[in-house]
Nanobody, 117 residues
Framework: VQLQASGGGSVQAGGSLKLSCPAS???????????VAWYRQAPGKQRELVAELTSGGNVSYEDSVKGRFTISKDNAKKTVYLQMNSLEPEDTAVYYC?????????WGQGTLVTVSS
């Protein structure tokens, strides 16, 4: 575990959360050139890619979160974000941030998101 994700919690369906993942151990120039992503793992399921932002600025989302989740990063703060709106019970999972640099992969320890109906 190299990154410290935060922002998870318990919300009701329809609510919002914003996850943050500062990458203080990565130098700014390397972070700026990195692909960043959020994954999640629900109980009893495999980890899945939720959103990614490539070094070229291309964004992609898992189909079920399109239009509800937004991935972004602040290069000056070396932080990755995931804004999650209109949350659904099916979004309940542990969310992991990932920074894929040209040298190595960095992962966060996971932050739990629980959405109740």
């Amino acid at each position: 575990v190299q990154l410290q994700a935060s922002g998870g919690g318990s919300v009701q369906a329809g609510g919002s959360l914003k996850l943050s993942c500062p990458a203080s151990r990565i130098i700014t120039s390397t972070f700026t050139r990195s692909r960043v992503a959020w994954y999640r793992q629900a109980p009893g399921k495999q980890r899945e890619l939720v959103a990614e932002l490539t070094s070229g600025g291309n964004v992609s989302y898992e189909d079920s979160v399109k239009g509800r989740f937004t991935i972004s990063k602040d290069n000056a703060k070396k932080t990755v974000y995931l804004q999650m709106n209109s949350l659904e019970p099916e979004d309940t999972a542990v969310y992991y941030c990932n920074v894929d640099t040209e040298y190595r992969d960095y992962w966060g320890q996971g932050t739990l998101v629980t959405v109740s109906s």
